[in-house]
Nanobody, 115 residues
Framework: QVQLVESGGGLVQPGGSLRLSCLAS????????MGWYRQAPGKQRELVAT???????NYSDSVKGRFTISRDNAKNTVSLQMNSLKPEDTAVYYC?????????WGQGTQVTVSS
């Protein structure tokens, strides 16, 4: 079992920045991948960014160049630095992890981009 707890969401103006963090309940070194999805009202959950155990990165086209994912194995944390935020980035952001062929999810954190 893996528990994931997100933090760092909130309200920010367009063009601003936020940093999301996801703390795992166990050593993430053994996770094959971790990352972030998001879900806006009335829309399907979509991939935002992933990072594998080998540090391979993948971003959705909509966030490339603006968001940066990173992982800190010593702190059992994966983070998402979000810059140049747009109103269309408004969503609930979910952390996930792949561990031993199971996918685990956090409870989600709200990000609202509005003036």
């Amino acid at each position: 079992q893996v528990q994931l707890v997100e933090s760092g969401g909130g309200l920010v103006q367009p063009g601003g920045s936020l940093r999301l963090s996801c703390l795992a309940s166990r050593n993430i070194f053994s996770f094959s991948a971790m990352g972030w999805y998001r879900q806006a009202p009335g829309k399907q959950r979509e991939l935002v960014a992933t990072i594998t155990s080998g540090a391979l990165l993948n971003y959705s086209d909509s966030v490339k160049g603006r968001f940066t994912i990173s992982r800190d194995n010593a702190k059992n944390t994966v983070s998402l630095q979000m810059n140049s935020l747009k109103p269309e980035d408004t969503a609930v952001y979910y952390c996930y992890s792949d561990y031993r062929r199971e996918t685990y999810w956090g409870q989600g954190t709200q990000v609202t981009v509005s003036s």
